[in-house]
């Protein structure tokens, strides 16, 4: 099992800044893709950033240029530093990582969510 614990998050005005950080214990594979989802009311959930342990990252199109995902492989951690923050990126926030075992073979976890709330 993994757990994930998040913190940051909270309430910002439009153009400010936030940064979120998890921290990931228990059974990690090496390999693995670390990052954060979010949901927002009546819409599903969707990336925002993630990175591998190799240093891959992706991006949702939204928050490129914005948004910054860093990781600590030795300490299991990812942060995200979120910068021009504007209303569209509210939402719950969500830790996620994957135990990536083989091409077709992996584990998903989440965290338990942190709000963000950007006011215009």
């Known amino acids: 099992q993994v757990q994930l614990v998040e913190s940051g998050g909270g309430l910002v005005q439009a153009g400010g800044s936030l940064r979120l950080s998890c921290a990931a214990s228990?059974?990690?594979?090496?390999?693995?893709?670390m990052g954060w989802y979010r949901q927002a009311p009546g819409k599903q959930r969707e990336l925002v950033a993630a990175?591998?342990?190799?240093?891959?990252?992706d991006y949702a199109d939204s928050v490129k240029g914005r948004f910054t995902i860093s990781r600590d492989n030795a300490n299991n951690t990812v942060t995200l530093q979120m910068n021009s923050l504007i209303p569209e990126d509210t939402a719950v926030y969500y830790c996620?990582?994957?135990?990536?075992?083989?091409?077709?073979?992996?584990?998903?976890?989440w965290g338990q969510g942190t709000q963000v709330t950007v006011s215009s």
């Open positions: 228990g059974t990690i594979f090496r390999i693995n893709r």
């Open positions: 996620s990582l994957r135990n990536i075992y083989s091409n077709s073979r992996s584990s998903n976890y």
């Open positions: 990175a591998t342990t190799g240093g891959n990252a």
